[in-house]
């Protein structure tokens, strides 16, 4: 069964080079974060960018937004990159 961080489960929708039972014990976060030739979720590059409405309330495109790791997304003004943060 699935606990609230998404673990439990793999989340992986096709291969996977990570052991079954590490997949089920790591939040889901850290199984969409991983690259897909590494471990497939089906979420596109295995990264996401932090900036709402899906990357859109940002003026940084969107694959910088979703190749640089969240804290310096986070770190960026939200008139420039807008996480939510305050």
Not at 42 to 65: F, M, Y
Request: hydrophobic share 25%; aromatic share 0%; proline share 7%.
């Amino acid at each position: 069964m699935q606990n609230n961080q998404g673990q439990g489960i793999s989340h992986a929708t096709g291969g996977s080079k990570v052991p079954q039972g590490l997949q089920e014990r790591v939040p889901q976060g850290l199984e969409e974060s991983l690259p897909n030739k590494v471990h497939d979720t089906g979420s596109g590059t295995g990264r996401q960018t932090h900036a709402l409405n899906e990357g859109e309330d940002s003026i940084v495109p969107k694959g910088i937004q979703k190749a640089v790791p969240e804290k310096v997304e986070r770190a960026l003004p939200n008139k420039i990159h807008n996480t939510g943060d305050e």
